[in-house]
């Protein structure tokens, strides 16, 4: 890296705040402007192709290709409307992020015209190069066709990126085969198979249900730093964290950046963010300072979950982008600080019907909702059943830095149904009589203030998967993640119980037993069978590790380990049964997570021996030179050792911690060869994990020591007090 630790700082002081100006102060005249919804099909259509798309995207409906080429017509005519130049098939690979390849709308016909065209093949289907991503062996090298096709469901957008306009097309992306090589295409999958199981239950309770989707709300977490401090750390640069770096005297100590006072320069970032955000469609409302200095957050409105995870993916694309207008760097990495906090993204989950139910809304006496308990009481079945791959679904190893370290909810998944869904649930077991409605009581605080209302559940900050009111709340997903493997998992596991749970009360009615009294025995069941799953404490404690080992619940750390889960003869039964994932597919998937896992070691492992060998150690060497020099001089003078004792400790405590260092280092790099001959890729990447990372922190102790000891205007490298606190 070309700046230096100084020059950044320099940069940084005469950085000014840019204007930002929304197209509107009303988000409503704008939000959606650069989406072409129901709103642009309607004027850029006619009547029956526009109810031609709607009842493809509500009920499956094929479109014709006639109409395909009508619907491509408006696309093009709304987009270049738009200022738009090029298309794309925008999709989501295995890589986590997501992908395009730009066409131009220009044509050049064989009698020398031009003309601007898009058909419905364009629109339908292309064809990138399929070899080139992620596939888990699922292609060669050289069979390099793969197919992108288009998602009605997801509405197209057109992206800005600078003056250049885009037509974005939603797409899934298969082999040339039909396999999955994306995880859009299986969330899509566990939808419908969530939808069937989910009408099933519901027509037990209300026959006008014919549609039921999921919903989803995310919370991103990130750090913002100034762009020279992060291009004067190749860590953080490359690898998305810093992997040396003491503490700083002053971290989170005082509690008081969360929910505090926005700087200036983030204020700014945050709502030219929101605007960009809300031009896509995107609808974030929540804004605010997180626990760690350097740390916020956003949240939008939930959504459908396909859209709004479609609206995660582009929103991590978009905020480097917006960051780069501020001279700001954006870290999504779980961990990017050792000594404070890491971020997550919260998925919050839930089920809604076409008759605008909730499923999981209590309402005020959830002991009479027979329906809510059914889905309440088959999601924490199917937590129980399915614990260890819900925890593999948010395995990387930027989270193995996060779950469990008092900041995260630990690696074991438990639930947190709250005090007053807890009674309720006992009741049932007992059958016994319950109350729910103290729960949802009024506070009265001061005779001047409003009265406070009570919620019908506490929050609980330290379980992975908890109740908060009318959703679950899966707090283990990492900030650098697709949403879509976790709730392609969420979606799976619900659907597969809820097939369980009326198999079960089919079995008991065709015994005779009356409809209400089978659901309840079954639900009874339930209840006592996964009571183990249930924790309503605080998951930080040794003391519920002890627990759950207690319990039988698996607690396993290491994400390489836990990615095991996706394997096992149970989860490919789950997948392959549902039709989410071919026993193919799932290998495939489960073999690119395990090689992400051992390149981000490896990648980590090259730049922290670059970094000590040739930034640290020559820095370290000559200021230790420097102390040489004038012990010698002081010796040469004639002074008594008392004068350059303290000298000669410092001399003496970097050479320790040199040697110390360039030890680690080799221990380092005689543990990558191991774990490279480890084997199979499973346990390569465990070795990877377990032998291989924990050697980060033996360099890091030495490094860390040597910067406490050198010439502060002799470190190489932006310290933790400038990378959290200068802005």
């Known amino acids: 890296m070309?700046?230096?630790?100084?020059?950044?700082?320099?940069?940084?002081?005469?950085?000014?705040?840019?204007?930002?100006?929304?197209?509107?102060?009303?988000?409503?005249?704008?939000?959606?402007?650069?989406?072409?919804?129901?709103?642009?099909?309607?004027?850029?259509?006619?009547?029956?192709?526009?109810?031609?798309?709607?009842?493809?995207?509500?009920?499956?409906?094929?479109?014709?290709?006639?109409?395909?080429?009508?619907?491509?017509?408006?696309?093009?005519?709304?987009?270049?409307?738009?200022?738009?130049?090029?298309?794309?098939?925008?999709?989501?690979?295995?890589?986590?992020?997501?992908?395009?390849?730009?066409?131009?709308?220009?044509?050049?016909?064989?009698?020398?015209?031009?003309?601007?065209?898009?058909?419905?093949?364009?629109?339908?289907?292309?064809?990138?190069?399929?070899?080139?991503?992620?596939?888990?062996?699922?292609?060669?090298?050289?069979?390099?066709?793969?197919?992108?096709?288009?998602?009605?469901?997801?509405?197209?957008?057109?992206?800005?990126?600078?003056?250049?306009?885009?037509?974005?097309?939603?797409?899934?992306?298969?082999?040339?085969?039909?396999?999955?090589?994306?995880?859009?295409?299986?969330?899509?999958?566990?939808?419908?198979?969530?939808?069937?199981?989910?009408?099933?239950?519901?027509?037990?309770?209300?026959?006008?249900?014919?549609?039921?989707?999921?919903?989803?709300?995310?919370?991103?977490?990130?750090?913002?730093?100034?762009?020279?401090?992060f291009r004067a750390r190749p860590d953080l640069f490359y690898a998305g964290r810093t992997l040396l770096g003491a503490s700083s005297a002053k971290g989170q100590q005082f509690e008081d950046h969360y929910f505090g006072s926005i700087p200036e320069r983030?204020?700014?970032?945050?709502?030219?963010?929101?605007?960009?955000?809300?031009?896509?469609?995107?609808?974030?409302?929540?804004?605010?300072?997180?626990?760690?200095?350097?740390?916020?957050?956003?949240?939008?409105?939930?959504?459908?979950?396909?859209?709004?995870?479609?609206?995660?993916?582009?929103?991590?694309?978009?905020?480097?982008?917006?960051?780069g207008r501020h001279k700001l760097a954006v870290l999504l990495a779980e961990k990017p600080f050792n000594f404070i906090n890491g971020s997550g993204k919260h998925n919050n989950w839930s089920m809604a019907t076409d008759t605008g139910k909730n499923l999981l809304s209590p309402g005020k006496d959830p002991m009479k909702n027979l329906q809510f308990l059914t889905f309440f009481v088959n999601v924490i079945r199917a937590v129980y059943e399915h614990a260890d791959l819900l925890r593999a679904s948010v395995a990387s190893a930027g989270n193995d830095h996060r779950l469990g370290a008092n900041e995260a909810p630990p690696a074991i998944v438990s639930v947190f149904a709250g005090e007053g869904m807890t009674r309720i649930l006992d009741a049932v077991e007992n059958g016994t009589a319950a109350r729910f409605d103290d729960m949802a009581s009024e506070m009265e605080l001061?005779?001047?203030?409003?009265?406070?209302?009570?919620?019908?559940?506490?929050?609980?900050?330290?379980?992975?998967?908890?109740?908060?009111?009318?959703?679950?709340?899966?707090?283990?997903?990492?900030?650098?993640?697709?949403?879509?493997?976790?709730?392609?998992?969420?979606?799976?596991?619900?659907?597969?119980?809820?097939?369980?749970?009326?198999?079960?009360?089919?079995?008991l009615m065709a015994g005779g037993t009356a409809k209400e009294e089978a659901i309840i025995k079954v639900l009874r069941r339930y209840i006592g069978e996964s009571k183990a799953i249930r924790f309503e404490g605080d998951g930080y404690s040794n003391e519920w590790k002890e627990e759950a080992a207690r319990r039988g619940l698996p607690n396993v750390p290491n994400s390489a380990q836990a990615l095991g889960a996706y394997v096992s003869p149970k989860a490919v039964e789950l997948f392959t049964s549902n039709g989410v994932l071919t026993d193919?597919?799932?290998?495939?998937?489960?073999?690119?997570?395990?090689?992400?896992?051992?390149?981000?070691?490896?990648?980590?492992?090259?730049?922290?021996?670059?970094?000590?060998?040739?930034?640290?150690?020559?820095?370290?060497?000559?200021?230790?030179?420097?102390?040489?020099?004038?012990?010698?001089?002081?010796?040469?003078?004639?002074?008594?050792?008392?004068?350059?004792?303290?000298?000669?400790?410092?001399?003496?405590?970097?050479?320790?911690?040199?040697?110390?260092?360039?030890?680690?280092i080799d221990r380092l790099h005689k543990a990558i060869h191991k774990a490279e001959s480890a084997g199979g890729l499973h346990d390569e990447a465990i070795a990877f994990g377990l032998e291989v990372k924990p050697v980060f922190d033996e360099v890091r102790k030495h490094v860390d020591h040597l910067e406490q000891l050198m010439d502060d205007q002799q470190w190489p490298l932006p310290k933790m007090r400038e990378l959290l606190f200068v802005r």
Not at 462 to 472: D, I, M, W
Not at 598 to 620: H, N, Y
Not at 634 to 659: C, M, P, R, T
Request: aromatic share 8%.
């Open 266 to 323: 983030v204020y700014a970032y945050m709502r030219d963010l929101e605007t960009e955000c809300h031009k896509l469609g995107i609808p974030v409302r929540t804004r605010h300072n997180e626990v760690a200095p350097a740390q916020y957050e956003l949240a939008p409105m939930f959504e459908e979950i396909n859209i709004a995870i479609d609206h995660n993916q582009l929103l991590m694309d978009i905020m480097d982008r917006v960051a």
């Open 584 to 664: 193919k597919e799932l290998q495939a998937h489960f073999s690119v997570k395990l090689e992400k896992y051992i390149k981000d070691i490896q990648i980590e492992a090259s730049l922290l021996r670059e970094m000590v060998l040739t930034m640290v150690l020559p820095a370290c060497v000559e200021y230790q030179n420097s102390l040489l020099q004038n012990i010698a001089l002081q010796k040469e003078i004639g002074l008594d050792k008392d004068a350059y004792e303290a000298q000669l400790d410092i001399v003496e405590k970097i050479s320790k911690h040199l040697n110390g260092a360039k030890k680690a």
């Open 2 to 229: 070309s700046v230096s630790r100084f020059q950044a700082m320099d940069v940084i002081e005469n950085r000014l705040v840019p204007e930002v100006n929304a197209p509107s102060a009303n988000i409503s005249e704008f939000f959606g402007c650069n989406v072409f919804g129901d709103e642009a099909m309607q004027a850029f259509m006619s009547e029956e192709t526009y109810l031609s798309v709607k009842a493809t995207v509500q009920t499956g409906q094929k479109l014709t290709r006639e109409v395909a080429e009508k619907v491509a017509e408006a696309m093009k005519a709304w987009a270049t409307s738009k200022g738009a130049t090029h298309y794309t098939h925008w999709f989501q690979p295995l890589t986590g992020r997501t992908a395009e390849k730009h066409d131009s709308f220009f044509t050049l016909r064989p009698d020398g015209t031009v003309l601007e065209e898009f058909s419905a093949e364009a629109l339908v289907q292309q064809e990138p190069d399929g070899s080139s991503f992620p596939g888990g062996g699922m292609r060669s090298t050289f069979e390099a066709r793969g197919y992108t096709v288009w998602d009605p469901s997801s509405p197209a957008f057109v992206l800005e990126v600078g003056d250049g306009r885009t037509l974005c097309i939603p797409t899934i992306f298969t082999t040339y085969g039909g396999d999955a090589m994306d995880y859009k295409l299986p969330l899509l999958r566990s939808q419908t198979v969530l939808e069937q199981a989910s009408i099933a239950v519901c027509k037990m309770f209300d026959e006008n249900v014919n549609h039921v989707h999921a919903t989803l709300g995310w919370e991103q977490e990130y750090f913002l730093i100034d762009q020279a401090l």
């Open 446 to 507: 001061l005779s001047k203030l409003p009265t406070m209302e009570v919620h019908n559940t506490d929050r609980n900050r330290t379980s992975p998967f908890a109740f908060t009111g009318n959703k679950f709340e899966i707090r283990m997903v990492g900030s650098s993640a697709s949403c879509a493997a976790p709730m392609t998992v969420m979606n799976t596991i619900m659907a597969q119980q809820l097939k369980n749970f009326k198999a079960d009360v089919d079995a």
